[in-house]
């Protein structure tokens, strides 16, 4: 069964100017408005300032989280490393990079946790397939300790499917694709065609819209993502891997986030 998240910071954000920021004040609080909204899980945000106050920066705090998440009767599935935005993983002299990500298989291992999602854009973008290829190779041993410890490594980023498909194919890794229907969109991607070219890979969908030609993440409704062709060619392939919603919050971030996954839970009832 498909489960419905949505990323940390998105119903109590730390700021209102900037997405992808660690509510510091109001993350545990968040978890639990989140249950009454109907979300399934939050994902959890490593974020590019590695917030002194957020308990994934410490193995020690890791039980903050796992007591919050069994008060509020949550589920844990999933951790954007955003981080890695703006720390490169494409060398190997990036030492603290290389650090971090062993950290978080850490933490994912004791929160039993089965996705780390690494975004590859702004410094550390993938601006080719050789990059992609290149990262698989270097992070082989991090994939493959991952995957035996039942955590997946999800690739996101804007290469075209037909690329990534080589790629995957070429080196039979076991990390997996994080798929962001907004991005695609703002790519130019058809989705369908690409959702369908990807299937075997993907493990985790990022939810958002944005308009086409590179534009802003806006409120569902107001871009230019067919929700209803991408849910119906995700039924169509069996994709049986969770959503969630990294979506604009607007002026009423809980409003909107209410809003956002009552819509997404009608499309999919109607299919």
Not at 77 to 86: L, R
Not at 157 to 174: E, G, M, R, V, Y
Not at 220 to 247: C, M, P, Q, R
Not at 256 to 271: F, Q, R, V, Y
Request: glycine share 6%.
């Amino acid at each position: 069964m498909n489960k419905i998240g949505i990323m940390q910071g998105r119903i109590y954000p730390a700021r209102v100017d900037k997405l992808q920021v660690f509510p510091s004040n109001h993350w545990k609080n968040e978890f639990y408005e989140a249950k009454k909204l109907g979300f399934d899980y939050i994902e959890l945000l490593y974020d590019v300032g590695v917030d002194k106050f957020n308990p994934l920066g410490s193995s020690k705090n890791l039980n903050k989280i796992l007591e919050t998440v069994n008060s509020s009767q949550l589920e844990l599935h999933s951790i954007c490393a955003d981080y890695f935005t703006m720390h490169n993983l494409l060398s190997t002299s990036d030492k603290e990079s290389w650090k971090k990500l062993a950290h978080l298989i850490d933490c994912a291992q004791k929160l039993s946790i089965s996705e780390i999602i690494i975004p590859f854009f702004d410094r550390n973008i993938l601006n080719k397939t050789m990059d992609l290829e290149k990262f698989l190779y270097l992070a082989n041993d991090e994939i493959e300790k991952a995957y035996n410890n039942g955590i997946c490594l999800c690739i996101e980023t804007t290469l075209k499917a037909n690329n990534l498909l080589s790629i995957f194919k070429k080196t039979c890794t076991k990390a997996k694709i994080c798929y962001d229907l907004g991005n695609a969109v703002a790519m130019g991607y058809k989705t369908d065609k690409e959702i369908e070219l990807i299937c075997d890979y993907i493990d985790l969908i990022h939810i958002k819209d944005r308009k086409k030609n590179g534009g802003a993440n806006v409120l569902i409704g107001e871009g230019d993502v067919d929700f209803t062709l991408a849910f119906s060619t995700l039924k169509k392939i069996g994709y049986k891997g969770n959503f969630t919603l990294e979506t604009a919050i607007g002026n009423n971030p809980r409003e909107n986030a209410k809003k956002h996954i009552d819509k997404i839970k009608k499309l999919m009832d109607s299919l």
